[in-house]
Structure formats: C-alpha cells, structure tokens
Nanobody
Framework: VQLMESGGGLVQPGGSLRLSCAVS????????MSWHRQTPGKERERVAV????????RYADSVKGRFTISRDNAKNTVYLQMNSLKPEDTAVYYC????????WGQGTQVTVSS
C-alpha cells in the first residue's frame, strides 16, 4: 500500500498550490479520501474530505471557499487545489484513505511566506 503526496512547496501569501496524492495497493474507488494538515505542537486537522465516487465533499471552516478537493478514480489520485493561501495554511499536508483499514501518506510540506 502506498499513498504518495506531491505538490507542496513554498508560496507567497495569496498564491496557489495543487497537491496530489497517488495511491496504489488497494481499491481506491471504494475509499473515502481526505486531506489533513499538522503543524508542530498541534493536533492533525482534517481540511477536506470526498466520498468514494466524488459526489460529496466537506471542508473545514478555515479553508472553505479557498480549497477544493477532487479525485480521479481512473488515475487513483486525489487532489487538493489550494487558492488564496495564507501564512496560517503553513503545515505538513497528509492524504488519508478510509476503508476497512485507514491508510496515511507520508506528508508534503506547504509553506506560505513572503
């Protein structure tokens, strides 16, 4: 089982990034997928979730209207489009797959700074 995040990096406030999480080793299309983030000393926070067929999405209030989660079941990939980034969005971002077993990726750093 592998969940590989990519797309993180350094961006200025107001900028955009798109994170990707490519998965293998399990049936992607049967899993609810979500993005979470964590900063040192804080609990991991869920920022967005999408159902297995992509019909329903939910967002944390802190990112609503700025972030968009999507998935491509043909490519076994989930995305997080992040717009209007703020310094407080700085964190390590993780993707998670929920099925009978929960799987986590290794994380990708997002830094929002001028």
């Amino acid at each position: 089982v592998q969940l590989m995040e990519s797309g993180g990096g350094l961006v200025q406030p107001g900028g955009s990034l798109r994170l990707s999480c490519a998965v293998s080793g399990f049936t992607f299309s049967s899993h609810v997928m979500s993005w979470h983030r964590q900063t040192p000393g804080k609990e991991r926070e869920r920022v967005a979730v999408i159902t297995s067929l992509g019909g329903t999405t939910r967002y944390a209030d802190s990112v609503k209207g700025r972030f968009t989660i999507s998935r491509d079941n043909a490519k076994n990939t989930v995305y997080l489009q992040m717009n209007s980034l703020k310094p407080e969005d700085t964190a390590v971002y993780y993707c998670r797959a929920d099925g009978v077993v929960v799987y986590w990726g290794q994380g990708t750093q997002v830094t929002v700074s001028s």
